[in-house]
């Protein structure tokens, strides 16, 4: 078994705090339950509930010092999770920027979450899971996934010095492959949703701690969930200390929507910020359980039979009764994409100097929907790219360059005409 490295965070003896955790629909306190599944009493009801963490048994939303010099996420760490001292563990996640893209004379704001050192959103995510299971003394880590979260959580494992087993499918892309085998992961491939299963299995039997749900519809880890209040967090101190109108979030399970509401409804009860924005989910249309279930009015969300996607990493089949909580509670919507509308968007943006995700896409495709439409979004729309294009860029056909023969004609040849226009 892989021995905690020298790069692991100092830590004492002291036991890592206990955590209140309640049911978002009946209220109940977790305690005596596995905190993973969602709540037993809900189940028993017929419903499928997320837990998360009450923020009632913990201090109000406290902003960071301004000279606060702490790596990643954890200068937030008064509104984060309560850990055992010297448990945080980082690679200076966070701190993202936010940048503005001209369309039509409109400004609209892109949070880019590329540049995490995984390059995609869900290392906010797995710097608490990795911070919490060093907490509470786990010994081994276990994620499903194929691309951001199996890279993300293979990483932070790493750096907390504790093994990771990454259960995935063929369909996992070569560079994420190659990454999370250089971190020390062990990597298990197997069909389809048979890895749910050795999840779950895995977390009962064995004792691993889940870095992701292995539950449907998702119920997900209700600690980990809370590093993506941070991204709340920074979009306010970067419009000084004002929530944007709208938030606009590509949706798989939902874990990033509904961990920046609880942000931005965690300042707006300190005081912090005035107003909260709308939360705008936006999914793949082939399957979009999230849309159809609020489309149909429903109480519980239902599972749908799906399709393939470019989008590969948000196509899912279910959705989470905290992500229809989240939409309503905002009085936002739930949006979804066509395959030539996330296409269109990601060619977009690349002409803006983002070379995003085929996810990411999904979000500026859903501005663009809800231009056409109508819909209003407010003066301040904030667009989340969740991930670098680089680990998915085999999904997109690309034209091949030319093989020239070396001369400065068949150079010349290749130059669109506009441009030779141009340097005359």
């Known amino acids: 078994m ?9 830590t004492d003896a002291r036991p890592a705090p206990s955590l209140h955790i309640r049911c978002v629909r009946c209220s109940a306190d977790a305690a005596g339950n596995g905190i993973f599944e969602g709540c037993p009493a809900c189940r028993r009801d017929g419903f499928r509930a997320n837990y998360e963490l009450d923020e009632d048994q913990y201090p109000a939303f406290v902003p960071p010092v301004p000279d606060d010099r702490r790596g990643g996420i954890w200068r937030w760490r008064a509104s984060l999770p309560p850990l055992a001292r010297g448990h945080e563990v980082t690679l200076g996640e966070g701190n993202t920027p936010l940048l503005v893209i001209d369309r039509a004379g409109r400004k609209v704001y892109l949070k880019d979450e590329s540049q995490n050192p995984t390059w995609s959103h869900k290392d906010r995510l797995c710097a608490v899971a990795a911070s919490h299971a060093a907490s509470t003394g786990a010994k081994v880590t276990v994620v499903s996934s194929s691309g951001n979260h199996a890279l993300s959580a293979a990483a932070y494992a790493a750096r907390a010095g504790l093994p990771c087993v990454v259960i995935t499918h063929e369909g996992m ?7 999370v085998t250089a971190y020390g992961a062990h990597l298990v491939i197997v069909p389809g949703d048979r890895r749910w299963d050795l999840v779950e299995r895995s977390v009962h039997e064995l004792g691993w701690y889940p870095f992701s749900n292995f539950t449907a519809p998702a119920t997900g880890n209700p600690v980990a969930v809370e590093g993506y209040k941070t991204i709340a967090f920074e979009l306010a101190e970067q419009l000084g200390w004002k929530a944007p109108t709208s ?9 990033a929507l509904c961990g920046i509401w609880r942000g931005f409804k965690e300042m707006h009860t300190a005081g912090t910020i005035g107003t909260l924005p709308r939360m705008i989910s936006v999914e793949p249309a082939v399957s979009a359980p999230l849309h159809n279930s609020l489309a149909q009015q429903l109480t519980d969300p239902a599972p749908v039979q799906g399709g393939k996607s470019l989008a590969s990493s948000i196509n899912v089949k279910v959705t989470s009764l905290h992500a229809l909580m989240s939409i309503q509670e905002s009085q936002g919507h739930a949006l979804a994409v066509s395959e030539t509308d996330i296409l269109t968007a990601h060619h977009e943006l690349a002409r803006h100097g983002f070379y995003v995700e085929n996810a990411s896409a999904t979000s ?12 209003d979004l407010g003066e301040h729309p904030v667009l989340i790219s969740t991930s670098s294009g680089i680990k998915d860029a085999t999904s997109r056909q690309n034209t091949p360059p030319a093989t020239l023969d070396g001369s400065w004609q068949s150079f010349l040849n290749t130059i669109p005409d506009q441009l030779l226009l141009l340097s005359a």
């Open 173 to 179: 892309p070569a560079p994420v492959r190659s990454a």
């Open 364 to 375: 500026f495709a859903g501005l663009a929907q809800a231009e056409a439409s109508g819909l």
């Open 2 to 10: 892989k021995t905690r490295s020298s790069s692991a965070p100092e």
């Open 247 to 255: 938030v606009i979030v590509p949706t798989g399970y939902a874990e």
